[in-house]
């Protein structure tokens, strides 16, 4: 490396460096906080290192609540996760799949419309929504979670056209000059090609899932449907003390699988938006 530019590489990775370091911080002191007593945690005059340094934390939050143990919150949050996940990347796959590829009356309309569902905030449909699900008898499940995944989502659906469009044209044509049907172009053509943009959609489903606290709250009432985000917020309490040492210590447990996830599947993420903002 040329002497004039090692300045400016020391002076990038230092920068960069320290905003790593502010970035996560907020993490390395849920973790360190997670070792600590509850009554020291927010203490101003204590360390980030624990002191004492306590594993009492992990064993009281994964007690659990309510007569249920914190594995019952994770198996219910895991369950919920795969259902909705499945539903909303076929649904939205196969939607996506109408609007890049085939043609039909009103089309450009019915995709403007399902663009301006995204600016609606959830607390529109919020009150519709519940009616709808109490009169169905479906409170306390997690069908008025997982069932609406089937009917795709409009991000998920806007990020799969954008894909679609760059594949060629002229596959599908191949495709049906050897006999293939819109179905077995979009199983046998598109799916296959499509892998990176459905990467990125299961992952931001199961980030969303995973982090939901509203919907189950809605919709769940019995504690041993409870899902983690629910299990985290029982921890804390207006009328006696909250245990916020099992909390923070339970919070690093469901932080696992989102970094371990992050971390294997980081590249598809990265793929598969960089990729679905070019037009073929």
């Not at 002076?11 to 009554?39: E, N």
């Not at 997982?146 to 060629?168: C, D, E, K, M, S």
């Not at 339970?250 to 980081?266: C, D, E, W």
């Amino acid at each position: 490396m040329p002497k004039a530019k090692k300045p400016k590489w020391w002076i990038y990775h230092i920068l960069v460096g320290g905003f790593a370091i502010l970035m996560l911080y907020p993490v390395i002191w849920l973790l360190m906080s997670s070792f600590k007593p509850s009554d020291t945690i927010f203490v101003t005059a204590q360390s980030l290192i624990p002191d004492p340094f306590i594993l009492s934390n992990f064993a009281q939050g994964w007690e659990g609540i309510g007569g249920n143990s914190f594995g019952v919150f994770i198996k219910n949050t895991v369950v919920l996760v795969i259902i909705t996940m499945i539903g909303q990347v076929i649904s939205s796959a196969v939607i996506a799949f109408g609007f890049a590829r085939l043609s039909f009356f009103g089309k450009s309309f019915w995709f403007a419309l399902m663009m301006v569902t995204l600016m609606l905030p959830y607390e529109v449909v919020m009150i519709p929504q519940y009616i709808i699900f109490s009169k169905l008898g479906w409170l306390d499940s997690i069908k008025p979670i997982a069932v609406p995944a089937y009917f795709g989502h409009p991000f998920f659906i806007f990020l799969l056209v954008q894909f679609i469009r760059t594949i060629p044209r002229e596959l599908d044509e191949a495709a049906t000059i050897d006999g293939c049907g819109t179905f077995k172009i979009f199983y046998k053509i598109i799916l296959p090609l499509i892998r990176p943009a459905l990467a990125t959609v299961s992952i931001f489903s199961f980030y969303w899932t995973w982090d939901n606290l509203l919907g189950p709250v809605l919709y769940l009432n019995s504690p041993d449907k409870y899902t983690v985000s629910m299990a985290l917020n029982m921890f804390l309490s207006n009328e006696t003390v909250s245990n916020w040492g099992a909390m923070f210590a339970m919070s690093i447990v469901t932080l696992i699988p989102v970094f371990v996830i992050f971390f294997l599947f980081q590249r598809h993420v990265v793929e598969g938006i960089s990729t679905s903002g070019l037009k073929g």
